[in-house]
C-alpha cells in the first residue's frame, strides 16, 4: 500500500499542477517537472508497496525498471500497455490510415 505521506504529497503537488495557467513554453515545462516529481516519488515507493501486496521484485531495482515495469505492475496497467502498443491502437489514435 501506498503511504499516507505519498498521499499528502501527490495532493500538494497535484495542487501545484492545477495552479499552472497557459500553455507557453514555461508554463508547460513547469506542469511537467512538477508531474515528474510526483512520479519520481510513486516509483520510489511501489517496490515497497508490492512487497506488502506479497509480490516477489528483483534485489537490486533499476531506475528503469521501477519508472515503467513495476509501476505499471503495482497499478495492473498490462492490459492497457498492450492496448497502447500494438498497431491497430497507433493507427486508431494517429489518425494515419491503416497500412493494411
Known amino acids: 500500500m501506498i503511504s499516507q505521506n505519498f498521499i499528502h504529497h501527490y495532493n500538494n503537488w497535484n495542487a501545484k499542477v492545477d495552479s499552472i495557467i497557459g500553455d507557453d513554453l514555461p508554463n508547460v515545462y513547469d506542469r511537467y517537472m512538477t508531474l515528474f516529481v510526483i512520479y519520481n516519488?510513486?516509483?520510489?515507493?511501489?517496490?515497497?508497496?508490492?512487497?506488502?501486496?506479497?509480490?516477489?521484485?528483483?534485489?537490486?531495482?533499476?531506475?528503469?525498471?521501477?519508472?515503467t515495469d513495476l509501476v505499471v505492475q503495482y497499478l495492473?496497467?498490462?492490459?492497457?500497455?498492450?492496448?497502447?502498443?500494438?498497431?491497430?491502437?497507433?493507427?486508431?489514435?494517429?489518425g494515419h490510415n491503416k497500412p493494411y
Do not use: C, E, H, M
Not at 509480490?55 to 537490486?60: D, E, S
Open 76 to 94: 495492473g496497467g498490462g492490459q492497457y500497455t498492450f492496448k497502447l502498443t500494438s498497431k491497430r491502437t497507433y493507427w486508431r489514435y494517429t
Open 41 to 67: 516519488n510513486l516509483y520510489n515507493q511501489v517496490p515497497a508497496a508490492l512487497i506488502t501486496k506479497g509480490i516477489a521484485i528483483p534485489n537490486q531495482i533499476y531506475d528503469n525498471k521501477a519508472a
